[in-house]
C-alpha cells in the first residue's frame, strides 16, 4: 500500500468501473451483431448507425422498467442478490493489470486497481463467491423456476472451479509465481507463451471458463425451455440488469485472466513491443470464442454436464498438473 | 481514526454481529448467510493484517467451498424453518432470553478474559509487539508448512481423508452395490 493513496485508488476504481460499463455495453451490441450474423440476420439496426445507439436505448429501458418483486419473496435476500453479484465481478476485476506500470512524467498510473503478491489467488477467492449472487437470488425469489436454476448454477459453478482451479496451478507451477505481474514476466523470460507447455491446461481453462460464466452450451441454469430463466425469472428491470452485467463482467474477469496465464498477457507476438492492447485484443478474441461456442452448440444435458465436469476435465486436469510439474522439475525451460 | 482502524471496526462489528446472528437467525437460509458474512469479515481482517494468503484462502475455502455446500444442501433439504426460535422477537427481548441473549454472550467475554490475561502473562512467549509482516506471505506459509510443520499439515490431511471415507460410508445406500 505504499505510496498509495486512498484517494488515487478511488479514482482508479472509479475509471475501472466506468471502463467495464462501456465495455459490456458494446460487448452486448457486439454479440448481438455477431449472433445475427452466424443467423443470417442482420442484428439491432434501428437505433443509431449499425446499431450503435442500442446499448442507451436498452439502458434507458432497463431504467424505466417497473421493479417487480415475488409476494412471497425475502426482501432483503432478493434486493441484496444482484448487488452482490455485481459487486464480485466488478471486485475480481480490480486485481487484473492490464499491462505494464505507465509513466507521465513522475505520475504513475498502474493499469490495475491494486496489484497484491498473490492476485491470482485473490481473484479465484473472489470468483468462488459468484455462486452467492446466483443461489441467493434463486432461492429469495420463492418461485420453482428460480430455485430450481439457482441449484443448477450453483452445483455447475462449484463442479467447474475445481477443474479451473487445476489448470490455474498448472499455470502457477509453470511460472513459479502467484502475481499476475510476475505470471506475464515469467513467460517474457522464457520467451514462450505458457500455452506451448500448457496447451492442455489451456483448453481446460477455456472449458472451464464458459461453465463458470453459465454460458451457452453450458447455460443449463437459465435453460428457456424448461426453467423460463432460471434464477433471474422473477427479476425485473435494473436489478435483471445487474445479474446480466456481472455475468458479463465475469467473462471479461477469465478472459483477461486467460490471457495473461496462457497467452502472454501483453507480450506482443513475434517479438512486437509488449503494450496494453495486445491484452486487449486477446480478449476480444477469446471473448468471440465465447460467442462463436454460444453460435455453434446446443445445450448440453444437465447429468451429462455434471460428469463431463467430474470424471473427464478433473482426472484431466490432475494428469496436466503432474505433466507441467514433470516439465519444471526436469528443467523443460532449458 | 485512521482508515484501517475504522477498516478494522467495520469488520470486527461485521463478524461479531453475524456471527450473533447465525445463533439467533429464525430462517435457516439466514443463518447460513450470516456464517458466510462472518467468514467473509474474518478474511477482510486477515488482509489489514497484511496476510494476503490466508485471507484468499479463507474466502476460497471458507465462504466459497464449505458454505456454499452447507447453502446447497439447505435449499435440497426443503429445511425453510427451525421450529424452536424465537420468531420475531425484537433484539433486545433475544438478548434478555438465556440460550440466545445473556449467556452466550457472558460466556465469550469470560473467554476473552481468559485470553487476555493469558497474553498478559506471556504464555507461549506471544510477542508483546507485532512483528512485520513478511513481504511475500505465501513463500512464508509455504515454507513453514512443508518445513517446520509438514507432519501436524499431512496428519491434518489423513484426517480430512478419514472424513470423506466416512461420509461416503454413511450416506452410501445399504445392501445396493452400486
Not at chain 1, 432483503?76 to 444482484?82: D, E, G, R, S, T
Not at chain 1, 452467492?132 to 429469495?140: C, F, K, P, Q
Not at chain 2, 477498516?7 to 448467510?33: D, E, N
Not at chain 2, 512485520?132 to 506471505?137: L, N, Q, R, T, V
Amino acid at each position: 500500500m505504499s505510496g498509495m493513496s486512498l484517494g488515487y485508488v478511488l479514482v482508479r476504481s472509479v475509471i475501472l468501473v466506468l471502463l467495464l460499463m462501456g465495455a459490456f455495453a458494446y460487448f452486448m451490441v457486439l454479440e448481438r451483431k455477431v449472433l445475427g450474423y452466424f443467423q443470417l440476420r442482420w442484428g439491432p439496426v434501428r437505433v443509431g448507425p449499425w446499431g450503435l445507439l442500442q446499448p442507451i436505448a436498452d439502458a434507458l429501458k432497463m431504467v424505466a422498467k417497473e421493479d417487480t418483486q415475488p409476494l412471497g419473496a425475502d426482501g432483503l435476500i432478493f434486493v441484496a442478490a444482484p448487488a452482490l453479484a455485481l459487486f464480485v465481478a466488478l471486485a475480481a476485476f480490480a486485481v487484473i493489470p492490464l499491462g505494464p506500470t505507465l509513466h507521465f512524467g513522475h505520475l504513475a498510473l498502474p493499469l490495475s486497481v491494486a496489484n497484491p503478491p498473490s492476485g491470482l489467488l485473490f481473484v479465484l477467492a473472489i470468483l468462488s463467491l459468484g455462486v452467492y449472487g446466483v443461489s441467493m437470488g434463486g432461492w429469495a425469489s420463492q418461485s420453482k423456476y428460480a430455485l430450481l436454476g439457482g441449484l443448477r448454477a450453483a452445483a455447475q459453478m462449484v463442479s467447474y472451479e475445481l477443474a479451473l482451479g487445476l489448470s490455474v496451478i498448472s499455470a502457477v507451477v509453470l511460472a513459479g509465481t502467484l502475481s499476475l505481474t510476475g505470471m506475464v514476466r515469467a513467460q517474457a523470460v522464457h520467451g514462450l507463451w505458457a500455452m506451448v507447455p500448457n496447451i492442455l491446461g489451456f483448453v481446460i481453462f477455456v472449458i472451464c471458463s464458459v461453465a463458470e460464466t453459465n454460458r451457452a452450451p453450458f447455460d443449463l441454469a437459465e435453460a428457456e425451455g424448461e426453467l423460463v430463466a432460471g434464477f433471474h425469472t422473477e427479476y425485473s428491470g435494473f436489478r435483471f440488469a445487474n445479474f446480466v452485467m456481472a455475468e458479463y463482467i465475469n467473462m471479461f474477469t477469465l478472459s483477461a485472466l486467460g490471457s495473461i496465464l496462457f497467452l502472454g498477457g501483453w507480450l506482443g507476438p513475434f517479438g512486437l513491443p509488449s503494450s496494453a492492447w495486445w491484452l486487449v485484443l486477446k480478449m476480444a478474441l477469446y471473448l468471440f470464442f465465447f460467442i462463436w461456442l454460444r453460435a455453434t452448440f446446443p445445450r448440453i444435458r444437465y447429468d451429462r454436464l455434471m460428469s463431463f465436469g467430474w470424471k473427464v476435465l478433473v482426472p484431466l486436469g490432475f494428469l496436466n498438473l503432474v505433466w507441467i510439474s514433470a516439465f519444471v522439475a526436469l528443467g523443460g525451460w532449458h | 481514526m485512521d482508515w484501517p482502524m475504522a477498516a478494522f471496526v467495520f469488520l470486527g462489528a461485521m463478524v461479531l454481529y453475524s456471527a450473533w446472528r447465525v445463533a439467533t437467525a429464525p430462517l435457516i437460509t439466514h443463518a447460513a448467510l450470516f456464517l458466510a458474512a462472518s467468514f467473509a469479515g474474518v478474511a477482510g481482517l486477515f488482509f489489514l493484517l497484511e496476510a494476503d494468503f490466508l485471507a484468499a484462502v479463507q474466502l476460497l475455502l471458507y465462504a466459497g467451498a464449505v458454505m456454499t455446500v452447507v447453502i446447497f444442501a439447505i435449499m435440497l433439504a426443503e429445511m425453510r424453518e427451525l421450529e424452536d426460535a424465537a420468531p420475531h422477537a425484537g433484539w433486545l427481548a433475544q438478548l434478555r432470553s438465556g440460550r440466545l441473549g445473556w449467556a452466550p454472550l457472558a460466556g465469550s467475554v469470560a473467554l476473552f478474559a481468559v485470553l487476555v490475561a493469558a497474553y498478559e502473562r506471556g504464555a507461549a512467549g506471544w510477542p508483546k509487539t507485532a512483528l512485520p509482516a513478511p513481504a511475500d506471505s505465501t513463500r512464508f506459509v509455504a515454507g513453514a508448512l512443508f518445513g517446520p510443520y509438514a507432519l501436524p499439515f499431512e496428519v491434518a490431511s489423513v484426517l480430512l481423508l478419514a472424513a470423506l471415507v466416512g461420509a461416503v460410508i454413511l450416506t452410501r445406500v445399504e445392501g445396493k452395490g452400486r
